[in-house]
C-alpha cells in the first residue's frame, strides 16, 4: 500500500497549531462583522419599511377576467363593479383605514393566459382576487393562488368543482350549476315533457358542466334527448348541427355555453327555419346574447339569479355606476359585491392574512353586499343561492332584453 501523505508531514505541527490559530481568528471576524452588517441592515430595512408603510398603506386586490376577447363584455362588467366599489369604499376611509388598489389582469377567457395572470398577481404580491369567469379558468388557478396564500372570490365562475375540492382559498358569490341546472331540468319536464330536446355544450367546464346537470335532471323526470353533442368555442358556422337539429325534429335546445355561441345558433337556427325554444343558463345573461342573436333572440329562456339591480341593497351602487353611463347588468354587481365580502373578512377577522380572511368569510357570519346579506359554509358557497327563469323580450323601447318570469 503507499504510503498516505498528510499535511502535518508537509508541514509540521508546531506550524498545522499556528495556521489552524490564524484560521480561526479571521473566521471569528468575519463572523462578528457578518452579525453586525445584518443588523444594521434590519434596522434600516424597518425604518425604510415603516416609512414605505406610512406613504403606501393599501391592499392590492388583484381583478381577474376576459377584458378582450369574445366574452370582453363580462370582462367589463368585472372592471366596472370592482372599480366602484373600491371607489366608495375609499371614499368612506377604506378598509380598516387603509387604501383599496385594484390590479387588472386580462385572462381573454384562456387557461394558459389565466396562469399567467394568476401568476403575475403572485409576483405583484397581491393578496386577494376578484375572478375568474370561466370555471376552466379559476379552478386550476385557484390551486396557484391557494399554494402562494392568495384568497380568490369568483363573481361568476358556477362549477361545483370550485369549491368541492376543497381548498381554503375559493369563495364565490354566485350559485352553482347544479343549482341552476335543476331548475332548467325542472321547467323542461313541467314544459317541454313531450317535446323532442337537444342537449348542446361548448365542451368547456362550465358549458359541459352545466348541460350534464340539466341532462340528469331531465332523464330523471322520463325525458330522454334526442341529440347530445359539443360544439367548440370560436366555431362561427353551425349549418351542419341546425341541419341535423332539424332532421331529429328537435323543439327545445338546452345550450350550455356563452353569449357568442348561444347568439349564432339561435340566429343562424331562425334563418334555417329551426322552430325550437333555447334555454341557456347565465352564460348567456349578456347584452350581447341580443345583439349577435338578433330578433332571434326573442323567446329564448334562461336561468340566472333574480337581478341584483332591484335589490334596495343595490341602490348606492347601481346609481353611481349608472351615472358613469355604464349599465350594471349580469355580473358588474357579482364583482362589486366580490370585493365588500373582501372587504368585511378583513374588518371582521381584524386581519389581512387571507387565511384568516377566509375561515372568517366561510364561518357563516352574515356579510353585508348588494346583493343582499350574504352567508357562506366552509366550502365557500353561499348558502341562500337561488335561482328563477328569464325570458328575452322585446322591451317598449325597441330593445331586447331579459326580464324575469312570473
Not at 347530445?228 to 331529429?248: W, Y
Request: hydrophobic content about 40%.
Amino acid at each position: 500500500m503507499p504510503r498516505q501523505i498528510t499535511t502535518e508531514m508537509i508541514l509540521g505541527k508546531s506550524e498545522i497549531i499556528r495556521s489552524n490559530e490564524v484560521i480561526r481568528t479571521r473566521l471569528q471576524a468575519r463572523e462578528k462583522d457578518k452579525v453586525m452588517k445584518y443588523h444594521s441592515l434590519i434596522l434600516a430595512g424597518a425604518i425604510f419599511g415603516t416609512a414605505i408603510s406610512s406613504a403606501h398603506s393599501e391592499i392590492l386586490v388583484g381583478v381577474a377576467g376576459p377584458l378582450t376577447g369574445p366574452n370582453a363584455a363580462v370582462g367589463e362588467e368585472f372592471r366596472k363593479g370592482a372599480e366602484m366599489a373600491a371607489k366608495i369604499i375609499n371614499g368612506k376611509g377604506g378598509i380598516n383605514g387603509e387604501k383599496v388598489t385594484l390590479e387588472f389582469g386580462d385572462d381573454a377567457s384562456d387557461p394558459k393566459q389565466g396562469i399567467s395572470v394568476a401568476n403575475k398577481f403572485v409576483a405583484d404580491g397581491v393578496n386577494f382576487v376578484i375572478g375568474h369567469y370561466n370555471s376552466g379558468i379559476s379552478i386550476p388557478a385557484s390551486k396557484v393562488y391557494a399554494e402562494n396564500g392568495i384568497l380568490e372570490v369568483t363573481p361568476g365562475s358556477t362549477n361545483p368543482t370550485y369549491t368541492e375540492e376543497g381548498q381554503w382559498n375559493t369563495i364565490r358569490v354566485c350559485g352553482r350549476d347544479d343549482q341552476q341546472g335543476a331548475v332548467a331540468a325542472h321547467y323542461i319536464a313541467a314544459h317541454y315533457a313531450k317535446s323532442a330536446v337537444a342537449i348542446i355544450d361548448d365542451k368547456t367546464q362550465y358549458g359541459a358542466g352545466i348541460a350534464a346537470e340539466v341532462k340528469k335532471g331531465i332523464n330523471k323526470a322520463g325525458i330522454t334527448e334526442v341529440m347530445d353533442e359539443g360544439i367548440t368555442v370560436g366555431d362561427k358556422d353551425f349549418s351542419l348541427l341546425i341541419s341535423k337539429m332539424k332532421q331529429a325534429g328537435v323543439r327545445v335546445i338546452y345550450f350550455g355555453g356563452l353569449f357568442t355561441e348561444a347568439g349564432l345558433i339561435a340566429r343562424q337556427g331562425a334563418d334555417q327555419g329551426l322552430k325550437a325554444v333555447m334555454i341557456g343558463g347565465d352564460g348567456i345573461a349578456s347584452s350581447e346574447f341580443a345583439q349577435i342573436a338578433g330578433t332571434a333572440a326573442v323567446g329564448t329562456l334562461m336561468t340566472f339569479a333574480p337581478d341584483p339591480r332591484v335589490n334596495p341593497h343595490s341602490k348606492e351602487a347601481v346609481e353611481a355606476i349608472r351615472a358613469t353611463g355604464f349599465e350594471p347588468e349580469a355580473y358588474t354587481l357579482y364583482s362589486y359585491a366580490a370585493l365588500e365580502v373582501i372587504k368585511n373578512g378583513i374588518e371582521m377577522s381584524k386581519s389581512k392574512d387571507p387565511q384568516q380572511v377566509a375561515r372568517q368569510i366561510k364561518s357563516g357570519s352574515e356579510i353585508a353586499t348588494v346583493l343582499g346579506p350574504l352567508k357562506f359554509d366552509d366550502k365557500g358557497d353561499r348558502t341562500d343561492e337561488d335561482y328563477t327563469m328569464y325570458e328575452w323580450k322585446t322591451k317598449s323601447d325597441g330593445k331586447i332584453d331579459y326580464q324575469m318570469m312570473k
